[in-house]
């Protein structure tokens, strides 16, 4: 009797227990931590493909900006007879220079602005330059090779003031994307004959990694290209930013 009765108590027990939860099965822990453990997988796997998607959107977009600029070039050098826009480097006037200039022909300021910029601070151009010494005109920069102005092998030749001292345009770079750091507050060019065949010192002048690892350059015939620093300019090499030699290098007089 006393086995029977404890049976039944066991029993009822049972039947209780599977009546409260019918159809149910709990989770144990282990089972929540394989779950969890898949999801952080899968998120692991994700999230870098989601990032390089963005960053990916943000290239074609900076790309895009600066095909813009290249059309806005083409257009300002039917009106200019050729000659190419200036930059800051010897034309004091900020209405005078090319992005001031280029910004007429695209009615866009925006379009200077690369999306994988981390550079806050921008030039509104409503206000006076004089106080705003923090901002950047862009993230770009002219390649100042190309500036009208530009002093050459010791002598003010004027002999680079127009398209017809670019040997290969669609060997020669005309605007790179320029480095967010302090020294281009105010900047809108570089030199290239200042870097000596150093690509050390040349990748201070040029945001060769606002692309992961690659940056984009406006050729002088206005096609962009994606490329890493290296494949403009390497010694001995390629060099893209010399109009008058590239795509090598020149022969200094
Ligand atoms: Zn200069
Ligand atoms: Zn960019």
């Not at 809108?188 to 690892?213: C, F, L, N, T």
């Amino acid at each position: 009797m006393r086995t029977n009765r404890s049976q039944t108590l066991w029993g009822l027990g049972a039947s209780r227990g599977v009546s409260r939860h019918p159809g149910r099965a709990a989770f144990t822990l282990i089972e929540l931590l394989v779950v969890i453990a898949i999801i952080a997988l899968l998120m692991g796997i994700l999230l870098p493909s989601l990032n390089r998607a963005r960053e990916q959107a943000r290239k074609i977009a900076c790309q895009s900006n600066m095909r813009q600029m290249g059309i806005a070039l083409k257009t300002y050098l039917i009106d200019s007879e050729y000659r190419l826009p200036p930059s800051s480097c010897n034309c004091k006037d900020p209405n005078d220079h090319w992005l001031r200039i280029l910004t007429g022909y695209t009615q866009e300021q925006l379009l200077f602005q690369c999306p994988s910029d981390r550079g806050k601070d921008f030039v509104n151009w409503e206000q006076p330059l004089d106080e705003q010494q923090d901002a950047r005109y862009s993230s770009f920069a002219v390649n100042a090779l190309l500036d009208p102005i530009h002093f050459r092998y010791g002598v003010h030749s004027n002999r680079y003031n127009n398209t017809d001292a670019i040997r290969q345009p669609m060997y020669t770079i005309w605007i790179c994307e320029a480095p967010d750091t302090d020294s281009f507050n105010l900047a809108d060019h570089i030199h290239p004959e200042m870097w000596e065949g150093s690509i050390e010192y040349a990748k201070q002048s040029v945001a060769w990694d606002r692309h992961k690892g690659t940056s984009n350059y406006l050729f002088a015939d206005g096609h962009v290209e994606n490329l890493k620093f290296e494949q403009t300019y390497d010694w001995p090499g390629t060099c893209y930013w010399y109009p008058e030699a590239a795509p090598t290098w020149p022969e200094v007089p």
